[in-house]
């Protein structure tokens, strides 16, 4: 048989290393801890609450989102990831997760499930914006949907969930709110808001001179500084709302009162996605050095989405915070120590026989439940119990040439340096007893 030429193919030439994209981000270390902790807390809110975990794909198809988020909005027209396919299928990879979950709701038919449908989620979404403290290209996040049910009292539930979950980990928040009404106050309040704009037309940035023709409540959050001037005299939204849309946003606040949850209205807070009516949110950071700059969660009712989409009506409220965001203020903040488990014992082998009695004393420790550490390749005993020491371990097993010979394993206690002889095939009940005593 000939043989077959498998050498590995090296350039001729050095090229230089592949890096991380623009705005993406490895999560590793602290960061991966604290990523842990996010997900341990939702998945503990979630239980509380009575919401259950979807995860819908993180593909789907580029209109889904045009319909939801809007054509008109920064996400849409500057940011979306979005490519043809080989198929030729028009693709994006989802900038939000909420449009998803209505396209699921309507999908899978949830609609005849008990309403309200109360999902919640995590994972990467995708904007091409400009890279910044605490803004990516590639973000993460975690979000609560409740679909189904228009009463108010789930806008309030909504809110106490994120405020809870983010003051569990140690982050206190500033809540603002507001309400932009729906299709019944919201075209007159368009029509007064597109008169005073156009008084000011000439001061305002290109973006905004045409935001102003088409959707002109995306002027309210233009961070153009000419722009935040004039909108700071803008008519607010709450002046104009409907009889319903006023009750409704008068209740959540009573909730929230009810609740002990303080709230700043903010009449400029219009959300940079167009499915929104009646109430929007956000959680700032009450640190003075990120307090407005860091929107850490945002959310709101979307009761016209579903519609949007083709289906029926399904009034739903929802919110998302980001992983990044959060744990760039953990990090500084240092509010909160996450819990990090040291090994109860490590496994120190000396020789190459040793390793592999060391190996199934390793294995046997683990599946009795015990938290063990090795550092296999190393053969020197200092170095081991070096490592052993910085890692906190309890015990340390030392397997040398005469354990082998007598059948045993030498048990050091980490804290008395005092050493003992145990018996190789009584270690794993021998190091329970010890971890029970202690
Ligand atoms: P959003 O305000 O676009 O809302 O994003 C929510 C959160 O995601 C932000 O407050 C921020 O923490 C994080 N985030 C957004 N963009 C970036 C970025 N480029 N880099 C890092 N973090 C970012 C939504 O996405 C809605 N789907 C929320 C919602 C759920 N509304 C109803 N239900």
């Known amino acids: ?7 590995l193919k090296l350039p001729k030439k050095k090229i230089p290393p592949p890096q991380l994209l623009r705005g993406m981000k490895d999560i590793y270390d602290q960061d991966q801890i604290w990523f842990q902790e996010i997900r341990k807390a939702v998945a503990v809110f979630a239980r509380d609450f009575g919401f259950s975990r979807i995860d819908t794909p993180i593909l789907e198809q580029h209109s889904l989102f045009v319909r939801a988020v809007g054509d008109q909005t920064d996400v849409v027209q500057k940011e979306m990831y979005a490519f043809v396919d080989q198929g030729g299928e028009h693709i994006a990879a989802r900038p ?49 949907e409740a ?12 809110i106490l969930l994120g405020e809870r979950l983010l003051a569990s980990l140690g982050l206190k928040v500033v809540l603002q ?45 233009c961070k153009e500084p000419s722009c935040v001037g004039i909108a700071k005299d803008a008519p607010q939204t709450i002046d104009h709302l409907c009889t ?18 303080a709230y700043e209205l903010n009449p400029r807070l219009v959300r940079g996605l ?3 009516t009646k109430t929007v949110f956000e959680y700032w950071s009450d640190d ?4 407005d700059k860091l929107a850490l969660g945002g959310g709101g009712r979307y009761d016209r989405l579903a519609e949007l989409l083709g289906g029926r009506t399904v009034p739903a409220v929802g919110m998302a915070p980001g992983f990044e965001r959060i744990v760039l203020l953990l990090n500084e903040l240092k509010t909160y120590e996450p819990k990090v488990y040291a090994p109860q014992v490590f496994v120190a082998p000396l020789g190459d026989q040793a390793r592999k009695r060391a190996l199934k004393v390793y294995d046997g420790l683990r599946a009795a439940g015990v938290r063990v550490a090795q550092n296999f390749s190393k053969d020197g005993l200092s170095s081991q119990l070096g490592m052993a020491s910085k890692l906190q371990a309890r015990f340390t097993l030392i397997i040398g040439q005469q ?4 059948d045993t394993v030498m048990v050091r206690d980490m804290e008395t340096s005092s050493q003992e002889v145990v018996d190789y095939g009584k270690i794993v009940g021998d190091i329970k007893k010890r971890l029970r005593k202690k």
């Open 274 to 276: 167009d499915y929104y």
């Open 403 to 406: 354990e082998i010979l007598d």
């Open 177 to 221: 709110i507001n309400s932009i009404g729906d299709e019944n106050c919201r075209p007159q309040y368009t029509h007064i808001l597109k008169s005073y704009f156009r008084t000011n037309k000439a001061r305002l940035c290109a973006d905004c001179q045409k935001r102003l023709l088409k959707n002109p409540l995306r002027v309210l959050d």
């Open 1 to 7: 048989m000939a043989k077959k030429n498998i050498s």
């Open 147 to 158: 679909l189904g049910d228009q009463h108010p009292v789930l806008d309030a539930e909504m």
């Open 288 to 291: 003075e050095r990120f307090r």
């Open 244 to 261: 319903a849309c006023k009750d409704h946003f008068v209740q959540v606040l009573e909730y929230l009162d009810e609740l002990q949850i």
């Open 96 to 144: 939000e997760a909420t449009a998803s979950i209505v396209r699921a709701y309507l999908e899978h038919g949830m609609l005849s499930k008990p309403q309200p449908v109360k999902l919640y989620y995590e994972g990467p979404m995708f904007r091409h914006e400009r890279p910044q403290l605490g803004r990516y290209r590639q973000f993460f996040q975690f979000g609560f």
